[in-house]
């Protein structure tokens, strides 16, 4: 085994997706000298799929990188070409930014910034195998025969590993967008005892925009009011140039092609084996599912300033070319779109993600963290979350420090982890708010409230950016003080004010924070009867009401989140012996020793682990009756 002193590099990650270049990125800015390897240069960051970020979970999951220190957010910020706000009409806590990109140009800037980050290397290499000596992981060998030694790597291989791209009768080996597989790591990782399963995702065709009749279409346009997903970025550099995306729909015509065709249909003839995502079904999928339904809405959506490619999303599809080409030619404005790509399933390998710490680091192998959809997640977002979490970890074990976690209350990102290496996953993981059981906490406007002093504490927040996050917050707390402190009399003119605006009228005095708790009541119409400075950063302003608006909610979601920190504290010793516990269900008693669950709390998240079971375990280790495993897991 290589001594410390001998490695190359300290993080070696492996793939340049939207996983690695965050675990890349995270690792060098904490001062660790990285290599980030991957098959192609131009396929940095590269969007296989949908060209956009964000949306319902997943833009709050951009924030929360951002505000750990990752750039994805920055990324998009710079490369959008349409920015909305979706959910407005409800509640802030499923509000949620979208923003289409750029496609080539979010690939270009993303590796720009890899390019001429400190510390860290980019290379054009397929890795083929780990270096593991005594189940530690020491480095990657290449399919040059290179080998790099580090002392941690991160995998983040994608839909890359082992890959099948379907189209009708057709299939061949291959990465998404026709890039190289990658085959032999699969194989290495299964030698090594991991459990890999098989997934399948897939695109839509891509057609001409100029071969489009949008007047049959709905236009779909950005908004006109500032939004960014990057804490950093400026109101005033908010793109007003931005282009339409635009809406039409299926029709019965194109469900009876479909209909007529599905004996060529891969995923009904049995060539498609991977499980696909139940959030993203193909649209063949969506026909036989609901067939109840006349029409099914499609997004016709630019994937760039400088080309004329459209994504019909939600229309992917693995039929064979022809067919695709007539069910695109049913749909209304496009009877004429000529298809540019066709759409198409891909197959790849997955780890199951129970084999994982909350670290994302390996149980197989020390050493060893895995990120993205190689873990069983779909979207850029999820991979980038992970991404950064496992190059958090990678470079404070290469620190020789204790690692990094993120939990249920604190992050969407902690919600994701906690999911995927507690329960595990059977399909596709998809982010969503109702996988959040305090997303009333988990906003997508105060992710920096909630993470940006633990980037500033890993060193990945920079003084400038913590002493703006800094000021904010103490102006937070200064006007939320006056609110709650300031009392308003009932003068005339707030009286005319509560009457014009359908409001009871006060009969005494009131303090500001009670009146601004009122239905159909904001922070501006209270401000105007306030001695405060009114020239109050809007997003300041927006915590200030949504802090006291939903101070009761609050105020209960936190009592709840005290509860379950109590139940993370009691731990579950790493070398306790299931076996040796008499009363526990067999189920659980199987569950509890296939996860090795942390603590009491993820022990009672574990599907098939019964209340009961819990309060067995939760005494046996309270007496401090542990018995122990001869090998015990490390």
């Known amino acids: 085994m290589k001594t410390y002193d001998s490695y190359d590099y300290d993080v070696i990650v492996v793939g340049a997706g939207h996983a690695g270049s965050e675990a890349a990125l995270a690792s060098a800015r904490m001062g660790q000298k ?125 839909t890359s590993s082992r890959g099948k791209i379907i189209i009708g009768e057709l299939m061949y080996s291959s990465g998404p967008n026709n890039s190289l597989p990658s085959i032999k790591l699969s194989e290495g990782l299964e030698r090594l005892g991991f459990k890999l399963n098989r997934f399948k995702t897939g695109t839509p065709p891509r057609v001409d925009k100029n071969t489009i009749d949008f007047s049959k279409t709905e236009e779909q346009p950005g908004d006109t009011k500032p939004n960014h997903f990057s804490y950093q970025t400026k109101d005033e550099d908010y793109a007003i140039d931005q282009i339409s995306c635009w809406m039409t729909y299926t029709n019965e015509n194109t469900h009876d092609i479909i209909r007529q065709n599905l004996d060529r249909a891969p995923m009904f003839s049995g060539v498609i084996e991977g499980v696909g995502p139940r959030y993203c079904p193909s649209i063949e999928d969506k026909i036989v599912r609901f067939a109840d339904k006349p029409r099914h809405q499609l997004f016709l959506e630019p994937e760039g300033r400088h080309t004329e490619e459209y994504y019909v999303g939600d229309f992917s599809t693995s039929m064979p070319e022809d067919v695709q080409l007539k069910m695109l030619h049913s749909v209304e404005g496009l009877e004429k779109a000529e298809m540019m790509r066709p759409g198409y399933a891909i197959e790849y390998d997955v780890i199951e993600p129970w084999q994982l710490t909350h670290t994302l680091e390996t149980k197989v192998v020390k050493n060893l963290f895995t990120a993205g959809q190689m873990n069983g997640t779909s979207g850029y977002e999820e991979a980038a979350g992970q991404g950064i979490v496992a190059g958090i970890n990678a470079a404070l074990r290469a620190q020789g420090k204790e690692g990094f976690t993120l939990k249920r209350d604190e992050a969407y990102i902690g919600v994701m982890i906690d999911d995927l290496v507690t329960k595990g996953t059977a399909e596709p993981y998809r982010l969503l708010t ?14 920096d409230l909630r993470l940006t002093q633990k980037g500033h504490d890993l060193g990945l927040v920079q003084e400038p950016q913590f002493e703006r996050f800094t000021q904010k917050k103490e102006q937070i707390e200064a006007v939320l003080k006056q609110f709650q402190t300031t009392r308003l009399k009932p003068t005339a003119e707030l009286q005319t004010y509560l009457e014009e605006n359908n409001q009871a ?5 009131i303090l500001a924070s009670e009146l601004l708790k009122r239905p159909g009541i904001s922070y501006g119409d209270v401000e105007q009867f306030m001695a405060i400075d009114h020239d109050i950063d809007r997003y300041v302003k927006e915590q200030v009401e949504i802090s006291l608006k939903y101070e009761g909610y609050i105020k209960k979601e936190q009592g709840k989140i005290d509860k379950l920190r109590r139940l993370e504290s009691k731990k579950i010793p790493k070398n306790i012996d299931y076996e040796a516990i008499n009363g526990l269900a067999t189920e659980s008693r199987q569950k509890l020793m296939k996860i090795r669950p942390e603590s009491i709390a993820q022990a009672s998240r574990i599907s098939g682990v019964n209340p009961a079971d819990v309060g067995i375990l939760s005494v046996y280790i309270q007496q401090g009756r542990i018995a122990k495993l001869e090998n015990p897991v490390e």
């Not at 109702?434 to 992710?447: F, K, P, Q, T």
């Not at 009228?505 to 005095?509: A, E, I, R």
């Open 505 to 509: 009228k006060l009969k005494d005095g």
């Open 34 to 158: 990285t290599l980030l390897l991957t098959i192609n240069l131009d396929m940095v960051a590269f969007m296989p799929c949908n060209p956009s970020i964000g949306g319902p979970a997943k833009g709050i999951v951009v924030r929360e990188v951002d505000a750990l220190g990752g750039q994805m957010g920055q990324n998009i910020d710079q490369t959008y070409i349409q920015m909305r706000m979706l959910n407005t009409g409800k509640g802030p806590a499923v509000r949620a930014l979208r923003a289409q990109a750029d496609k080539n140009q979010y690939h270009e800037t993303m590796k720009q910034a890899i390019e001429q980050e400190g510390n860290l290397t980019l290379r054009q290499g397929l890795v083929e195998d780990l270096i593991v000596e005594d189940g530690v992981c020491q480095g990657v060998l290449t399919n040059t025969g290179a080998k790099y030694y580090a002392k941690s790597v991160v995998l983040t291989a994608g």
């Open 434 to 447: 109702s996988r959040a059981e305090y997303r009333l906490i988990l906003r997508h406007d105060n992710a």
